[in-house]
């Protein structure tokens, strides 16, 4: 994708997708969005990223950086192969997702399908499997044995297992693949899954012009397979647990920072390696998207290191982060970088320059702008091309939200910079970011469609009722369509014809 050309899109997460089976996935309504994106003049659809979900739902606390989330492999395709029969759906939540009750589910369905392939698929689809095991073994292997030593052991972390397995010794590993040799296949069989289903629903989305848009966090969780097969390149003890940790440092926001527990990279070592395990992992990024976001680009710059036994932030202190040698390494190795830098929150002069000098876009939320004066560097007429402009983002309120709750006087600003008020705040600030001169600019669906607080994806540092949010397709209707084609034809970023203009 041309970062350099001015588009638009939506930020939609696959599970928010409607559809039967408890949670949005890569079955047809994911089609059925990418011919709706194509219908409003959008040409990026941008994603969470879609690794196995973590603590309180969260995608950005995966067990893996490298393994898809099982839970966005759709059942249809499955049925479709004859390995899965048409199960009996419970009647799930339509508008949110029940994780505990939507996962187990779906998870029999997936055991199913994965013994139906086993017991009865063709010698094609075999080889196909074979194939594409013998093409990832990279990470697979190890990431398919660590969830299946996990299993029986009902999630314990890998640093409470035998001394054997979390110390991974030869005849313990050797012996764990021998006794789990069908767990492991079933997280395999799950992983090719993912793989066929997101790069079916990537070429049907590029065949109309949509480009997908992934999204890449800065941090790995301790409690995963990356730390366990690979303990050496984190700063861990003898007894493999965090000596410092990743947060942000006290703020206006937060008297005690953020402590978000995840264990910090040991740059020095993956610098001896000439970064090879960020270029493994950018290479598995850009197989699946063609463009993303990496979240929290500041800490590549300079990172803010928490002891670990600090309750809190306020005791971190910044370090200096890998810098151009990371991204001129995996350049070399992968060519142009198609990345966009998620540059918000304690930004320095290095940050800046790195960016800059990586050629990545940064952001901009428009919801960040109305706060000062007419100078603040998150106002459009303040922005450069090289700028990706959001309404908000997944962490943010809804634009309808933001208004309800915003303050009298930021209220009064916005509403005579955006002359509108309450009943269209929602497509003025879409309308002034498709009409700014930032390349690119991405509105969540939740803007499209002018909802309220209570449709929002995520409250940063609340921990339960995130990430389950989905909407209905009657409630797009045609005239959000309708308005944000013609918007986004207005402003350059879509077919001109959409404005269907008098001759």
């Not at 052991?153 to 040799?181: F, I, S």
């Not at 850009?286 to 600090?310: C, N, T």
């Amino acid at each position: 994708m041309n970062l350099n050309q001015r588009s638009s899109g939506v930020l939609l997460h696959i599970t928010s997708l409607p559809g039967p089976h408890g949670m949005g996935d890569f079955g047809p309504d994911a089609y059925r969005f990418v011919d709706w994106l194509q219908s409003a003049g959008q040409s990026v659809w941008q994603l969470l990223p879609t690794t196995p979900i973590g603590p309180g739902d969260s995608p950005y606390q995966g067990v893996s950086a490298f393994a898809g989330s099982q839970w966005m492999v759709a059942l249809e395709p499955l049925i479709a192969k004859g390995w899965l029969k048409q199960p009996d759906v419970p009647p799930f939540n339509g508008d949110h997702v029940d994780y505990g009750q939507v996962t187990p589910w779906r998870e029999q369905q997936l055991r199913a399908a994965a013994k139906g392939f086993f017991d009865s698929a063709t010698e094609a689809d075999r080889k196909a499997f074979a194939a594409w095991c013998e093409a990832q073994q990279s990470w697979l292997d190890d990431y398919a044995l660590f969830m299946a030593i996990r299993s029986p052991l009902n999630g314990q972390p890998w640093w409470t297992w035998d001394d054997g397995l979390k110390r991974r010794e030869p005849k313990a590993l050797a012996k764990a693949r021998k006794d789990h040799a069908d767990e492991i296949a079933f997280w395999q069989f799950v992983q090719w899954q993912f793989d066929v289903q997101i790069g079916a629903l990537k070429a049907y989305a590029n065949e109309r012009g949509v480009n997908l848009m992934g999204d890449l966090p800065i941090f790995v969780a301790h409690d995963s397979a990356d730390c366990w097969s690979r303990p050496d390149l984190y700063s861990l003890d003898d007894e493999f647990q965090t000596t410092v940790v990743a947060g942000c440092p006290p703020d206006d926001l937060g008297p005690l920072g953020q402590r978000w527990g995840n264990p910090l990279y040991r740059w020095d070592r993956m610098a001896a390696e000439n970064y090879a395990w960020w270029t493994a992992r950018i290479r598995r990024a850009l197989s699946q998207a063609d463009v993303f976001r990496i979240d929290h680009f500041r800490g590549f710059a300079g990172y803010y290191e928490i002891p670990a036994d600090s309750p809190d932030a306020t005791r971190g202190e910044w370090k200096i982060g890998p810098g151009m040698p990371l991204f001129d390494a995996i350049r070399q190795a992968l060519g142009p970088l198609p990345i966009v830098a998620e540059d918000l929150g304690f930004i320095t002069d290095d940050v800046h320059a790195l960016r800059d000098g990586c050629g990545f876009p940064g952001m901009k939320i428009l919801q960040f702008a109305f706060g000062g004066e007419a100078d603040h560097e998150f106002l459009p007429h303040r922005w450069a091309t090289t700028s990706v402009a959001y309404t908000g983002t997944h962490d943010n309120d809804t634009v309808r939200g933001w208004w309800n709750q915003a303050k009298a006087r930021e209220r009064a600003f916005v509403g005579s910079y955006l002359a509108c008020s309450e009943q269209d705040i929602h497509w003025a600030m879409i309308r002034a970011c498709a009409n700014s001169v930032a390349n690119m600019a991405v509105y969540p669906l939740q803007d499209v469609l002018g909802l309220g607080s209570e449709h929002r994806m995520n409250v940063p540092g609340v921990l339960g009722g995130n990430w389950g949010w989905r909407f209905r397709w009657d409630w797009l209707g045609s005239e959000p369509t309708r308005v944000l084609g013609l918007i986004t034809a207005a402003a350059g970023r879509g077919p001109f014809e959409l404005l269907k203009l008098p001759d």
